[in-house]
């Protein structure tokens, strides 16, 4: 039996078929050389290797294209999802361009006819005078008809007669018109001199003037003279209030939300949220002995910041959104660009990344969460350092936990005021790599043009604690509980004016 010779010993018997010298005298050298050296010497003496030598033959006959054609079909499902997604943008680059064009159709039309009123104006007092010069000829020619006519005694005097009667009873009535209503103009004065308005002001006056000279005297009733600015705030010409550290108490704030109508039915009902900012909670908020209350006070103090960053987030994406379609832009552009991308530690310039990024937390997401960190605001780190997403430094200035352990250096970060904290905790979520599954999850949502909703994304922030999946099991149950999904699409009322409560 023949003995089953190697690859290379096919090459080898094969060189000297073909005598090829060069292989034949590495052999009497004893130098051993490889296969991929054989097969080098025999293609460059043009001597081709039967496909039958090689072991590699499958490989390079059915593995190798079936990889190809994997790759093949790879790359083709990439270019369709790239092509799906400029299409998309085709159409929401339509879409914007035939809403401005109608925008623009209407503000045409509104000035046509604009001048076409202003056309009119001119021709009336034109108008005017033609008609005036009508009517004036008519009643000329009348009258000079009346005055070249000859009158009949007897008719003449029909009507005279007629003329004085109608004049009679006319008189007759108006005067009896004036006496009733005489009689009652009367009555209206004495009506008057009996409420006495004169004597009601001054009994008023005096002892307003006494309370206001008493209270100077009294230091502690100070806050009265804050309270001033919240009945204020009352009035629906106020749009926006920024209170400042003023060391508020829980009564005090729920005063004021009594005061400005501000209630959570109906904002759940009108989806709108008044635009009144706190810089920090109040101290005794955990003396309240209604859990509800206590919930629902921590609501409306931090729904107005959330709402606030998310619709500045909204502003600053459309931006983003409208300067991409642009082909070109401006240097304060280019300069607006390249803040954000270090904003939101964009690199390359890559504009889809920065999209992708620069996005709304879900409300519903943002109130469990600060629920869940600072204790509904009474924890030590919300009320020291108005932390309320107990976000770590190691770095900056912090809080540090008192049951932290010995071998570890982390604090709590801590914030001058509350919105701080909301916007650290914003940009955190949208740069910080733990949380590229959340970003990635929302993004998919938005391709789909489905709502970014807080529980389609609780699942994706298992790395914001240790706990893992119980940490996200959580928020879905604080979310459940207390209905926070409602506030999702609340929006802020819409705010021109500014004022700060001072102290």
């Known amino acids: ?75 083709f499902k990439e270019n369709k999802i790239k092509d799906k997604n400029r299409a998309i943008r085709r159409l929401e680059n339509f879409k914007l361009d035939t809403n401005r064009k109608i925008s623009r159709g209407f503000k045409d039309l509104w000035i046509q006819l ?71 103009m009367v009555k209206k004065p004495e009506i008057k001199k009996e409420v006495k308005k004169p004597e009601i002001k001054k009994e008023i006056k005096k002892p307003e003037i006494k309370k206001e000279v008493k209270k100077p005297e009294i230091k502690k009733e100070v806050k009265k003279s804050k309270e001033k600015p919240k009945l204020e705030v009352k009035r629906k010409s106020v749009d926006e209030v920024i209170l400042p550290n003023l060391n508020l108490k829980t009564e005090t704030v729920l005063n004021l939300f009594k005061d400005v109508e501000y209630d959570l039915g109906t904002v759940r009902s009108k989806k709108l949220v008044k635009p009144i900012y706190f810089t920090q909670f109040p101290r005794d908020l955990d003396a309240l002995e209604s859990t509800k209350l206590k ?46 991308l270090l904003e939101y530690k964009v690199k390359k310039g890559d504009l889809d990344e920065l999209l992708i990024r620069m996005d709304i937390i879900p409300t519903s997401i943002a109130l469990a969460q600060a629920a869940k ?71 998919f949502l938005r391709e789909k043009n489905k709502k970014v909703a807080g529980l389609e994304l609780t699942e994706t922030l298992n790395n914001y604690a240790q706990t893992g999946t119980e940490y996200t099991k959580k928020l879905n149950q604080i979310i459940k509980q207390n209905r926070l999904t409602d506030f999702e699409p609340v929006r802020l009322v819409n705010s021109v004016k500014k004022i700060e409560l001072s102290s």
Do not use: C
């Open 1 to 75: 039996m023949k003995k089953k010779l190697s690859y290379r010993d096919k090459l080898i018997e094969l060189a000297y078929i073909y005598d090829v010298k060069e292989i034949k005298d590495y052999e009497k050298s004893r130098k051993n050389l490889t296969s991929g050296q054989l097969e080098l010497i025999l293609k460059k003496n043009k001597i081709i290797i039967p496909k039958d030598f090689k072991s590699n033959f499958l490989r390079d006959n059915f593995v190798k294209p079936v990889s190809k054609l994997k790759s093949n079909l790879v790359e």
């Open 114 to 184: 604009g001048r076409i009123g202003l056309n009119f104006l001119n021709i009336i007092p034109k108008l005017g005078i033609v008609i005036y010069d009508f009517f004036g000829k008519l009643f000329t020619d009348v009258f000079h008809g009346i005055y070249n006519q000859q009158f009949e005694p007897k008719k003449a005097k029909k009507v005279i007669f007629a003329m004085a009667s109608v004049v009679i009873v006319t008189t007759v009535a108006f005067s009896a018109v004036n006496y009733f209503t005489g009689s009652n």
């Open 295 to 340: 919930k629902e006070t921590f609501i409306k103090i931090v729904l107005p910041l959330i709402v606030a960053e998310n619709e500045r987030i909204i502003a600053d994406r459309e931006k983003l959104i409208n300067l991409s379609k642009k082909k070109f832009t401006t240097d304060l552009e280019k300069q607006w660009i390249r803040q954000k």
């Open 373 to 443: 960190e600072s204790g509904w605001g009474t924890s030590r780190f919300a009320l020291e350092g108005n932390a309320i997403f107990g976000q770590w430094t190691w770095s900056g200035q912090g809080i540090a936990p008192l049951d932290r352990e010995s071998n570890k250096n982390h604090k709590i970060l801590k914030f001058p005021i509350l919105r701080a904290s909301v916007k650290a905790y914003q940009n955190n979520l949208n740069t910080h790599k733990s949380y590229s599954k959340f970003r990635q999850k929302r993004s």
